[in-house]
């Protein structure tokens, strides 16, 4: 029963994302914006930037240059063993995730990695779907970041 809710749930989200871009679109055509770009579109009429996936060192430049919120989805566990300085560690999959999310500031702009950047895109469309507005998933999440050269805290 569980697997079937989940599976329903990514089936919606999927669907929502597919008619997000028929929208966008048909409001490309419509108001013949100039613009190709269904994610541009988007973010023009309604505000939302949908999440997007960007590499490490596309990461590593937003967290030099501006306001930007790193969040670690990975388990404590993983967290201790090396995560991005000045990361939050809220865990996908603990009982309150979704309540830790919800305590953020939908407003800001954040950039959310794991250790490959599976848990990271899933946790960054549960954002963009509760209402976040800039939500970036890390490529290749800390395994990336690390193999690229950068730095991580252990504790």
């Given amino acids: 029963m569980?697997?079937?809710g989940?599976?329903?749930?990514?089936?919606?989200?999927?669907?929502?994302?597919l008619m997000?871009?028929?929208?966008?679109?048909?409001?490309?055509v419509a108001?013949?914006?100039?613009?190709?770009?269904?994610?541009?579109t988007n973010a023009q009429t309604t505000g939302v930037i949908v999440q997007q996936d960007?590499?490490?060192?596309?990461?590593?430049?937003?967290?030099?240059?501006?306001?930007?919120?790193?969040?670690d989805?990975?388990?404590l566990d993983e967290f201790s063993t090396g995560h991005i300085e000045g990361a939050l560690n809220i865990d996908v999959s603990s009982v309150g995730f979704d309540e830790k999310i919800?305590?953020?500031?939908?407003?800001?702009?954040?950039?959310?990695y794991c250790q490959s950047g599976r848990r990271s895109a899933r946790s960054s469309e549960l954002m963009v779907?509760?209402?976040?507005?800039?939500v970036y998933n890390v490529l290749g999440g800390v395994s990336e970041w690390k193999n690229s050269g950068y730095d991580v805290i252990v504790e």
Avoid: Q, W
């Fill in 102 to 112: 919800a305590e953020l500031d939908k407003s800001k702009t954040y950039v959310v």
């Fill in 31 to 40: 108001c013949n914006s100039g613009t190709s770009n269904p994610e541009e």
């Fill in 6 to 17: 989940a599976h329903l749930i990514n089936m919606y989200r999927t669907m929502k994302k």
């Fill in 73 to 75: 989805v990975r388990s």
């Fill in 20 to 28: 997000i871009g028929i929208l966008g679109l048909t409001m490309a």
């Fill in 54 to 71: 960007i590499s490490v060192e596309e990461a590593s430049k937003m967290m030099n240059e501006g306001d930007v919120i790193v969040v």
């Fill in 129 to 134: 779907d509760v209402g976040f507005k800039t």
């Fill in 2 to 4: 569980v697997a079937v």
